[in-house]
């Protein structure tokens, strides 16, 4: 049981050490979101599917979210600078973050078990 | 009546026939000139006949009903045709001599439909039905279809019409539609074919090809039927015979290898069975059932076809069992390597086991008895420290009779608790499952989780079966049970099998009363929409639900991963993927082919009323389509 309090005590201090995300236009976001294929593998409210993971409304903090994009570790493809700016991937992360969250699965009676 | 007498009758018929007066003759006209004399076709056959001086014209029994009597042999229910001028003479055999049942003539729209209307009854029904086709312009239709019943191990029975005999084909369209050697252009993905040259040959090859159709590994094979031989007289004293159908029984494991398999497994501390294209029949997924409970070992079922249980316990397909295993069973399984290597595709194509090191990896797998070089479909070389050549369901019973004679008590202690943390797992997979399904649950488009928890509420409590679709977030949500509930999907990936393969499924379940569900792409339903008239036209009860992303949404993300590449035109991504402008509209489609619609529905909270609507319709016995306008995957 050490070993994940420790991973997550670094993990907790690593997101306060991090820079808040730039402010963004969440509007400008979704249609950078569809514009630039983001939909494709995560959907239009960025809540996941078969292709890519859910990525709202709480997607990573905004410099993992900056470095996967550029960088990606598995198969999503790369954005680059010059498709993407820093801003127009601050206005797509408001654009996560202002997706509402889901009603309570105990509130869904087509999700009962 | 004899031959002599049966060759006189039909002299007379041909002579009054000549005698008829021309009405299309103008009274005025100068009298037209004698026709000269008609030069006798020699064909083979004609050759030998007695020489005739007037013409034959009618005939009772021709070489396609004895054609008929032999399929009648075989058992086939069904015969799936676009019809054809090159077998004209054996439909209309099925339909008169025949009475059109047993086989039921099934008229289609297109070769490909009929052949994967094949594919998904033969998955369902466990035999195959017939085809009918053209063996040049029918079979290039149809190719496609065989494909994908080839590389998804399934059986159908193709018969191509074809004239042989160069000097009997009516000029224009039948030279075109001849052939020198039909199955050529299938012979890479098809197990066998034959071209008989006699009607008993036919005979023994059409025995001969059910026989190695339905024998495990599974596969298409192609007869083909010369037009002569199905049209010529069959004289009453041809002595034919039809031969008697063995079917083998499939291959078991080596008892050896068995024992050394179950060895194995009973040692290991995180044993793993991964089930692809296993249950053959209902007993396999009773015997995998019965060999995961006793070593309470993790599954994870690929979905090939109905394995396991969708909420089993030791259903593990959503968790990461993988890593942790150190024994592996792969039963059925297409691509072994897959399941223990990751693949990343990005510029330079890496790949890394997934495996801990000293995973022993076991493989049984008719797979191992049968292959061919030039279509890659038998996936990347895996080497497998144990590999038993043999059919999995098969070996199934024995493994589990190993398994028990290994069996300790301390062994089963063992079990009981790693079943417990086993269980654990599935049922809080479950639970993610539902968290997952609820993000975006009002968005519109429809998510395709609440689009799959939305059927689910409509069908639950018939004795339904999914008989397409992806099977992602279904698979997830609803409670498969029943060696019936899934078939898994096309084998080949060949876009266009989801709408027949569905049909033909539908049709197999009409006669067992079952609810058959279809869960349709759009992308796929667009290569050959007419299927959905076959099913209005035969009654066929079916509830379709389009996933409709409007794009063909695979290839669309690829096409953007190579923009992304090049960070060029990232915008235009969906340039010649995208199925807008206009958009379609299926409901109008399925309408105008004779099918109860509803739609397009962007609204999630109108799913629910219109599917229920639809339920109704097919529970009545007929086909009902839905159109839901959804999030792309």
């Not at chain 1, 201090?13 to 569809?34: K, M, N, Y």
């Not at chain 2, 039909?182 to 071209?195: I, P, Q, Y």
């Not at chain 2, 089993?312 to 890593?323: E, F, G, V, W």
């Given at each position: 049981?050490?070993r994940p309090?420790v991973?997550?005590?670094?993990?907790?201090?690593?997101?306060?050490?991090?820079?808040?995300?730039p402010?963004?236009?969440?509007?400008?976001g979704?249609?950078?979101?569809v514009?630039?294929g983001c939909?494709q593998?995560?959907?239009y409210?960025?809540?996941?599917?078969?292709?890519?993971?859910?990525?709202?409304?709480?997607?990573?903090?905004w410099?993992?979210f900056?470095s996967y994009?550029?960088?990606?570790?598995?198969?999503?493809?790369?954005?680059?600078?010059?498709?993407m700016?820093?801003?127009?991937l601050?206005?797509?992360?408001?654009?996560?973050?202002?997706?509402?969250?889901?009603?309570?699965?105990?509130?869904?009676?087509?999700?009962a078990? | 009546?004899n031959?002599?007498?049966?060759?006189?009758r039909a002299?007379l018929?041909?002579?009054a026939?000549?005698?008829?007066?021309?009405?299309?003759?103008?009274?005025q006209?100068?009298?037209?000139r004698a026709?000269?004399p008609?030069?006798?076709i020699?064909?083979?056959?004609?050759?030998?006949?007695?020489?005739?001086?007037?013409?034959?014209?009618?005939?009772?029994?021709?070489?396609s009903d004895?054609?008929?009597?032999?399929?009648?042999?075989?058992?086939?229910?069904?015969?799936?045709?676009?019809?054809g001028?090159?077998f004209?003479?054996?439909?209309?055999?099925?339909?008169?001599?025949g009475?059109?049942?047993?086989?039921?003539?099934i008229t289609?729209?297109?070769?490909?439909s009929?052949?994967?209307?094949?594919?998904?009854?033969?998955?369902?029904?466990?035999?195959p039905?017939?085809?009918?086709?053209?063996g040049?312009v029918g079979?290039?239709?149809a190719?496609m279809a065989i494909?994908?019943?080839w590389?998804d191990?399934?059986p159908v029975?193709v018969?191509l019409g074809?004239?042989l005999d160069?000097?009997?084909?009516r000029?224009?369209?039948?030279w075109a539609?001849s052939v020198?050697d039909a199955a050529?252009?299938?012979?890479?993905?098809s197990?066998?074919?034959?071209?008989?040259?006699?009607?008993q040959?036919?005979?023994?090859s059409?025995?001969?090809a059910?026989k190695?159709?339905v024998?495990?590994p599974?596969?298409?094979?192609?007869?083909?039927?010369?037009?002569?031989?199905q049209e010529r007289?069959?004289?009453?004293?041809?002595?034919?015979?039809i031969p008697?159908?063995a079917?083998?029984?499939?291959?078991q494991?080596?008892?050896?290898?068995v024992a050394?398999?179950?060895?194995?497994?009973?040692a290991a501390?995180?044993?793993v069975?991964?089930a692809?294209?296993?249950?053959?029949t209902?007993?396999?997924?009773?015997?995998?059932?019965?060999l995961a409970?006793?070593?309470?070992?993790a599954?994870?079922?690929?979905?090939?076809r109905?394995n396991?249980?969708s909420r089993?316990?030791?259903?593990?397909?959503?968790?990461?069992?993988?890593?942790?295993?150190?024994?592996?069973?792969?039963l059925?399984?297409?691509?072994?390597?897959?399941?223990v290597?990751?693949?990343?595709?990005?510029?330079?194509?890496?790949?890394?086991?997934?495996?801990?090191?000293?995973?022993?990896?076991?493989?049984?797998?008719?797979?191992d008895?049968y292959v061919?070089?030039?279509?890659?479909?038998?996936?990347?070389?895996?080497e497998v420290?144990l590999a038993?050549?043999?059919?999995?369901e098969?070996t199934?019973p024995s493994?589990?009779?190993?398994v028990?004679?290994?069996?300790?008590p301390?062994?089963?202690r063992?079990?009981e608790s790693?079943?417990?943390k086993?269980?654990?797992?599935?049922?809080?997979?479950?639970?993610?499952?539902?968290?997952?399904?609820?993000y975006?649950w009002d968005?519109?488009?429809v998510?395709?989780?609440?689009?799959?928890?939305?059927?689910w509420g409509?069908?639950?409590d018939?004795?339904?079966a999914?008989?397409?679709g992806?099977?992602?977030?279904a698979r997830?949500?609803?409670?498969?049970?029943?060696?019936?509930?899934?078939?898994?999907?096309s084998g080949?990936?060949?876009?266009?099998?989801?709408?027949?393969?569905?049909?033909?499924?539908?049709?197999?379940?009409?006669?067992h009363?079952r609810?058959?569900?279809?869960?349709?792409?759009d992308?796929d339903?667009m290569?050959?929409p007419?299927?959905?008239w076959t099913?209005?036209?035969h009654?066929?009860?079916l509830?379709?639900v389009m996933?409709?992303?409007?794009?063909?949404?695979?290839e669309?993300?690829?096409?953007?991963?190579?923009?992304?590449r090049?960070s060029?035109?990232?915008?235009r991504?969906r340039?010649?993927?995208?199925?807008?402008d206009?958009?379609?509209?299926?409901?109008?489609?399925?309408?105008?082919l004779?099918?109860?619609?509803?739609?397009?529905i962007?609204?999630?909270?109108e799913v629910?009323p219109?599917?229920?609507r639809?339920?109704a319709v097919?529970k009545?016995?007929?086909?009902a389509?839905?159109?839901?306008?959804s999030q792309?995957?």
């Amino acid at each position: 049981m050490i070993r994940p309090l420790v991973v997550l005590a670094f993990a907790i201090i690593a997101q306060a050490s991090q820079p808040p995300a730039p402010s963004g236009d969440a509007e400008q976001g979704r249609t950078l979101f569809v514009n630039n294929g983001c939909y494709q593998c995560h959907n239009y409210e960025g809540h996941g599917g078969a292709a890519g993971a859910r990525l709202a409304p709480n997607p990573l903090p905004w410099r993992g979210f900056v470095s996967y994009v550029r960088a990606p570790r598995g198969d999503m493809p790369p954005y680059t600078v010059k498709v993407m700016s820093e801003q127009e991937l601050a206005d797509v992360y408001a654009y996560l973050r202002s997706r509402p969250r889901p009603p309570a699965v105990s509130n869904i009676p087509l999700l009962a078990r | 009546m004899n031959r002599r007498g049966f060759l006189k009758r039909a002299s007379l018929a041909g002579a009054a026939a000549i005698a008829a007066p021309d009405v299309g003759v103008d009274a005025q006209a100068p009298a037209p000139r004698a026709p000269a004399p008609a030069t006798p076709i020699m064909s083979a056959s004609a050759e030998t006949a007695v020489l005739l001086d007037t013409e034959v014209l009618t005939a009772d029994r021709t070489g396609s009903d004895f054609m008929v009597d032999v399929l009648k042999s075989l058992g086939f229910d069904y015969i799936c045709a676009n019809p054809g001028s090159s077998f004209r003479g054996i439909h209309e055999s099925v339909i008169n001599y025949g009475g059109n049942k047993s086989p039921e003539l099934i008229t289609c729209c297109h070769e490909e439909s009929s052949v994967a209307m094949g594919h998904g009854y033969a998955k369902v029904e466990g035999k195959p039905l017939g085809v009918f086709a053209h063996g040049t312009v029918g079979l290039q239709h149809a190719a496609m279809a065989i494909y994908n019943a080839w590389c998804d191990r399934v059986p159908v029975y193709v018969m191509l019409g074809n004239q042989l005999d160069a000097t009997l084909r009516r000029p224009g369209a039948e030279w075109a539609h001849s052939v020198q050697d039909a199955a050529a252009m299938v012979r890479d993905f098809s197990k066998w074919d034959d071209a008989p040259m006699s009607l008993q040959h036919f005979a023994e090859s059409a025995v001969r090809a059910y026989k190695i159709a339905v024998t495990p590994p599974m596969a298409p094979v192609v007869l083909v039927l010369n037009s002569e031989m199905q049209e010529r007289p069959l004289g009453v004293d041809v002595k034919l015979a039809i031969p008697r159908l063995a079917v083998p029984a499939p291959p078991q494991g080596d008892s050896g290898a068995v024992a050394e398999v179950a060895r194995l497994l009973v040692a290991a501390e995180h044993p793993v069975i991964v089930a692809d294209r296993v249950a053959r029949t209902p007993a396999g997924m009773k015997h995998l059932i019965e060999l995961a409970e006793t070593l309470q070992a993790a599954v994870i079922d690929q979905g090939g076809r109905m394995n396991f249980p969708s909420r089993h316990p030791l259903n593990q397909s959503q968790a990461r069992a993988i890593a942790d295993a150190d024994v592996i069973l792969a039963l059925e399984v297409n691509d072994i390597w897959g399941v223990v290597n990751s693949f990343r595709d990005q510029l330079t194509r890496t790949s890394r086991p997934t495996t801990k090191p000293g995973m022993k990896l076991v493989s049984v797998t008719t797979g191992d008895l049968y292959v061919k070089s030039n279509y890659q479909d038998f996936q990347r070389f895996a080497e497998v420290d144990l590999a038993i050549a043999a059919d999995a369901e098969a070996t199934l019973p024995s493994l589990i009779e190993a398994v028990r004679r290994a069996l300790t008590p301390d062994g089963k202690r063992r079990f009981e608790s790693r079943g417990a943390k086993l269980a654990e797992a599935s049922s809080a997979a479950l639970d993610r499952s539902r968290l997952e399904a609820s993000y975006a649950w009002d968005a519109s488009p429809v998510s395709t989780a609440r689009l799959c928890a939305e059927i689910w509420g409509q069908i639950k409590d018939e004795d339904w079966a999914l008989v397409n679709g992806t099977g992602g977030w279904a698979r997830r949500l609803w409670n498969f049970e029943k060696s019936y509930q899934w078939i898994g999907s096309s084998g080949g990936a060949g876009v266009g099998y989801g709408a027949p393969a569905a049909v033909g499924a539908a049709l197999a379940h009409k006669r067992h009363g079952r609810f058959a569900v279809n869960i349709q792409t759009d992308g796929d339903l667009m290569y050959a929409p007419g299927v959905l008239w076959t099913a209005a036209h035969h009654r066929i009860p079916l509830l379709s639900v389009m996933h409709n992303n409007r794009a063909y949404h695979q290839e669309l993300m690829h096409v953007q991963k190579m923009c992304n590449r090049h960070s060029r035109g990232i915008d235009r991504g969906r340039i010649g993927s995208e199925i807008v402008d206009p958009p379609i509209d299926y409901a109008k489609v399925a309408q105008g082919l004779g099918v109860h619609a509803e739609g397009p529905i962007t609204d999630p909270r109108e799913v629910g009323p219109a599917i229920a609507r639809a339920v109704a319709v097919v529970k009545r016995g007929e086909p009902a389509l839905v159109d839901v306008v959804s999030q792309p995957r």
